[in-house]
């Protein structure tokens, strides 16, 4: 299975950016689906997680900012995130888990700057 991040760019404080994340494969198989980021000097942290059942979990700094979500027919998974702010900077990478795997795709850049 490969997944396909993009959607990042540059965007000034306050902006929107909509991420995706494409899978190769079915995404139904996913017991859970996620989006982490990892800024310059940090660790990656989850920003926000989706459930095959449609829950959803975010990390404190960005609720109500950020909308994690799935479209099993397309087999994307989507972050979007408004309101951003500087300390929103990071590489964001989404991942698939299933019982036996977690996959990984390629990150990709978001820089919130005026």
């Known amino acids: 299975v490969q997944l396909q991040a993009s959607g990042g760019g540059l965007v000034q404080p306050g902006g929107s950016l909509r991420l995706s994340c494409a899978s190769s494969?079915?995404?139904?198989?996913?017991?859970?689906m996620g989006w982490y980021r990892q800024a310059p000097g940090k660790q990656r942290e989850l920003v926000a997680i989706i459930m095959s059942g449609g829950s959803t979990n975010y990390t404190n700094s960005v609720k109500g900012r950020f909308t994690i979500s799935r479209d099993n027919a397309k087999n994307t998974l989507y972050l979007q995130m408004n309101i951003l702010k500087p300390e929103d900077t990071a590489v964001y990478y989404c991942k698939g888990s299933n019982s036996l795997l977690d996959y990984w795709g390629k990150g990709t850049l978001v820089t919130v700057s005026s």
């Open positions: 494969r079915s995404i139904v198989s996913f017991n859970a």
